[in-house]
């Protein structure tokens, strides 16, 4: 091979940082150290700070004068997606990447991240945490979360990527140029949708599993930052659908037609579920006086929702035989979790003194919202056919 050919490419490393002068230091020192020893083409680390409020900024200004193929840049407005924009679209490297201060993600995965976009085999790459061959450590409520949002961008969004929030990213420069445009998000959900801009467009991403260790001293507010990717979701669904995105709309959307199997599946869904909620109506109207409304509640959902699986397993998904029943009965209990944070949810609300009728009513609303959920969990991930199949 000839290496001066091979280090006349370049890859541009973003990490964007805001008050982060604790990890900033070591975490740049270790990336450079890593990339000088074991990255065989040219690179550059661009610390991209967020308008921080500390010493990050005197730090990164230290940093590239103490370390070469180091810069800083500074912006006078936060955002991970601000200064990804900012830096991706001054870029002259053949392909620009970042990832998160903390170095969570093994950065042995790197030169795979970023070989396939300087080969030209794939557009885009991203490090993955849900593929079978990564290895993850991370506390229950992120990877909760983390699933339950790729889950939706799945069955909602029709995303074929499996982890959109990993931060470990690279794509082509040309690539990113023609894509930023289209990208309106500034903060956490840039780069989601950004990949979702590039799979209307037809790119080819490519997907990298990660050894991943979760940092306990993360500065991310999870639960804003799930609302805020809410928010993105709907945004960019209804420009898609209404053509104002700029990108082809998916002939199977344009004429509204359901993804194959699920014509068939949802009478059938709809009949086992009118079934269990009248089922759970009756069995909350029974408890309800001999214990407190709370109790009542997670009792009759536990019982209908035992019951709700298995029917469904049966007539709904067309699974027969008694292979995976358990597992099935166990990860059904988790759309159970989600009914019952739900329901829960709703009747903790409610003032002590609401009539029992008005109770009833906010529980078959919850109940109703809960149903959506737990559709979706079934068919997409505890029946899903390619995931039997791959056993």
């Given at each position: 091979?000839?290496?001066?050919?091979?280090?006349?490419?370049?890859?541009?490393?973003?990490?964007?940082?805001?008050?982060?002068?604790?990890?900033?230091r070591a975490s740049v020192t270790r990336l450079h150290g890593y990339l000088t020893r074991n990255f065989p083409y040219g690179f550059r680390i661009t610390i991209a700070d967020n308008a921080s409020t500390d010493d990050t900024w005197?730090?990164?200004?230290?940093?590239?004068?103490?370390?070469?193929?180091?810069?800083?840049?500074?912006l006078d407005e936060k955002g991970r997606g601000r200064a990804l924009r900012q830096v991706w679209s001054r870029s002259e490297a053949d392909v620009v990447?970042?990832?998160?201060?903390?170095?969570?993600?093994?950065?042995?995965?790197?030169?795979?991240?970023?070989?396939?976009?300087?080969?030209?085999?794939?557009?885009?790459?991203?490090?993955?945490r849900l593929a079978r061959d990564s290895r993850v450590e991370r506390g229950p409520k992120r990877e909760f979360i983390s699933r339950s949002y790729n889950l939706l961008l799945r069955s909602l969004m029709g995303a074929r990527?499996?982890?959109?929030?990993?931060g470990f990213k690279?794509?082509?420069?040309?690539?990113?140029?023609?894509?930023?445009?289209?990208?309106?998000?500034?903060?956490w959900f840039f780069d989601t949708e950004l990949l979702l801009?590039?799979?209307?467009?037809?790119?080819?991403?490519?997907?990298?599993?990660?050894?991943?260790?979760d940092d306990p001293d993360s500065r991310v507010d999870i639960v804003r930052t799930a609302l805020d990717d809410?928010?993105?979701?709907?945004?960019?669904a209804r420009k898609t659908l209404s053509g104002a995105a700029g990108i082809p709309v998916p002939p199977r959307i344009q004429r509204a037609e359901l993804p194959r199997g699920m014509a068939r599946q949802l009478p059938r869904f709809a009949v086992v579920g009118v079934v269990s909620t009248l089922a759970y109506l009756a069995l909350y109207s029974l408890l309800r006086p001999v214990?407190?409304?709370?109790?009542?509640?997670?009792?009759?959902?536990?019982?209908?929702?035992?019951?709700?699986?298995?029917?469904?397993?049966?007539?709904?998904?067309?699974?027969?035989?008694?292979?995976?029943a358990l597992r099935h009965q166990f990860e059904g209990l988790i759309a159970f979790l989600v009914g019952l944070s739900l329901t829960s949810g709703t009747l903790a609300l409610l003032p002590a003194e609401v009539p029992h009728g008005v109770e009833l009513a906010a529980v078959i609303a919850a109940n109703a919202a809960a149903t959506l959920v737990r559709f979706l969990l079934l068919r997409v991930w505890v029946f899903n056919p390619r995931r039997r199949t791959a056993r």
């Amino acid at each position: 091979m000839d290496t001066t050919a091979v280090r006349t490419r370049l890859v541009e490393v973003v990490v964007p940082v805001y008050d982060e002068q604790r990890a900033l230091r070591a975490s740049v020192t270790r990336l450079h150290g890593y990339l000088t020893r074991n990255f065989p083409y040219g690179f550059r680390i661009t610390i991209a700070d967020n308008a921080s409020t500390d010493d990050t900024w005197q730090i990164a200004t230290e940093l590239e004068r103490e370390l070469p193929h180091v810069r800083a840049v500074h912006l006078d407005e936060k955002g991970r997606g601000r200064a990804l924009r900012q830096v991706w679209s001054r870029s002259e490297a053949d392909v620009v990447s970042y990832m998160d201060v903390d170095l969570s993600t093994d950065l042995d995965a790197f030169l795979p991240l970023v070989a396939p976009l300087l080969s030209g085999h794939s557009d885009l790459a991203i490090g993955t945490r849900l593929a079978r061959d990564s290895r993850v450590e991370r506390g229950p409520k992120r990877e909760f979360i983390s699933r339950s949002y790729n889950l939706l961008l799945r069955s909602l969004m029709g995303a074929r990527f499996s982890d959109a929030q990993c931060g470990f990213k690279a794509v082509r420069t040309e690539v990113a140029r023609a894509l930023l445009p289209g990208v309106e998000d500034e903060q956490w959900f840039f780069d989601t949708e950004l990949l979702l801009l590039a799979e209307r467009y037809g790119l080819r991403i490519h997907e990298v599993p990660v050894d991943w260790v979760d940092d306990p001293d993360s500065r991310v507010d999870i639960v804003r930052t799930a609302l805020d990717d809410l928010r993105g979701m709907v945004r960019v669904a209804r420009k898609t659908l209404s053509g104002a995105a700029g990108i082809p709309v998916p002939p199977r959307i344009q004429r509204a037609e359901l993804p194959r199997g699920m014509a068939r599946q949802l009478p059938r869904f709809a009949v086992v579920g009118v079934v269990s909620t009248l089922a759970y109506l009756a069995l909350y109207s029974l408890l309800r006086p001999v214990i407190p409304p709370l109790a009542a509640n997670a009792l009759a959902l536990l019982v209908t929702a035992v019951a709700n699986t298995a029917a469904n397993r049966r007539f709904t998904f067309g699974v027969t035989g008694s292979a995976g029943a358990l597992r099935h009965q166990f990860e059904g209990l988790i759309a159970f979790l989600v009914g019952l944070s739900l329901t829960s949810g709703t009747l903790a609300l409610l003032p002590a003194e609401v009539p029992h009728g008005v109770e009833l009513a906010a529980v078959i609303a919850a109940n109703a919202a809960a149903t959506l959920v737990r559709f979706l969990l079934l068919r997409v991930w505890v029946f899903n056919p390619r995931r039997r199949t791959a056993r």
